[in-house]
């Protein structure tokens, strides 16, 4: 089993839908939880960062992070075309804060 | 804030040569920097963490006598291929983070092509 477990999708939803994405994991000692966006052939992009468990708003996205169930979720509201990319999940222990990475779940916004 | 600068975005060498790519913290100092490759739709793979004024630490499997890293200050550090060939040929991703910080901010990427 991996650490860190992601569906790869591709997820496909119409323009406007709320979507889920989510990642699960194995390691108890994880505390920083953190969503990268990334578009094709270019770098990932820090979306949201969470400390422990509890949610975390930052306009039309919002990260929940449920550490006795070792599941976080990233929701997007309102999806527009652009938001077409592939979603990473990462999280890490203190102390070497190497993060670990999900193997990313590929969105697709249709107009 | 945060932002990673990572040069030069696309490269072609020729195999036997090697290569030199760039990292930097343009707003931060970051105490420590990652290096990964990317294949085609898979994740990231990591490669070696090097903090600043220490010798990296390389990932099992990763050769450190191909893969040079070096990362002599607070805002750089660099990755260089050696002896490069056709099986080198990937996308190579630098981030970096901040003294007690979890969060990684990532550079654009650099593609590499061997021929």
């Known amino acids: 089993q991996k650490e860190v477990e992601q569906d790869p999708g591709p997820l496909s939803v119409p323009e406007g839908a709320i979507v889920s994405l989510n990642c699960t994991y194995s390691?108890?000692?994880?505390?920083?939880f953190m969503w990268y966006r990334q578009y094709s052939r270019k770098g990932p992009e820090l979306l949201m960062y969470?400390?422990?468990?509890g949610n975390k708003e930052d306009g039309r996205f919002t990260a929940q992070v449920d550490k006795s169930s070792k599941y976080i979720s990233l929701f997007i509201r309102d999806s527009q075309p652009s938001d077409s990319a592939t979603y990473l999940c990462?999280?890490?222990?203190?102390?070497?804060?190497?993060?670990?990475f999900g193997r990313g779940t590929s969105l697709i916004v249709h107009p | 804030g945060a932002v990673v600068s990572q040069h030069p975005s696309w490269v072609i060498c020729k195999s036997g040569t090697s290569v030199k790519i760039e990292c930097r913290s343009l707003?931060?100092?970051?105490?420590?920097m990652f290096w990964y490759r990317q294949f085609p739709k898979q994740s990231l793979m990591l490669m070696a963490t090097?903090?600043?004024?220490?010798?990296?630490?390389?990932e099992q499997g990763v050769e450190k006598d191909k893969f040079l890293i070096n990362h002599a200050s607070l805002t750089l550090s660099t990755l260089t291929v050696t002896s490069a060939h056709p099986e080198d040929s990937s996308f190579y991703i630098c981030?970096?983070?901040?003294?007690?910080?979890?969060?990684?901010?990532f550079g654009q990427g650099t593609r590499l092509t061997v021929v």
């Open positions: 969470t400390y422990s468990s």
């Open positions: 981030s970096a983070r901040k003294r007690g910080r979890a969060e990684a901010f």
């Open positions: 990462a999280m890490s222990a203190g102390g070497s804060y190497i993060p670990t």
């Open positions: 390691n108890s000692a994880f505390q920083y």
């Open positions: 090097s903090n600043e004024g220490s010798k990296a630490t390389y």
């Open positions: 707003d931060f100092q970051a105490t420590t």
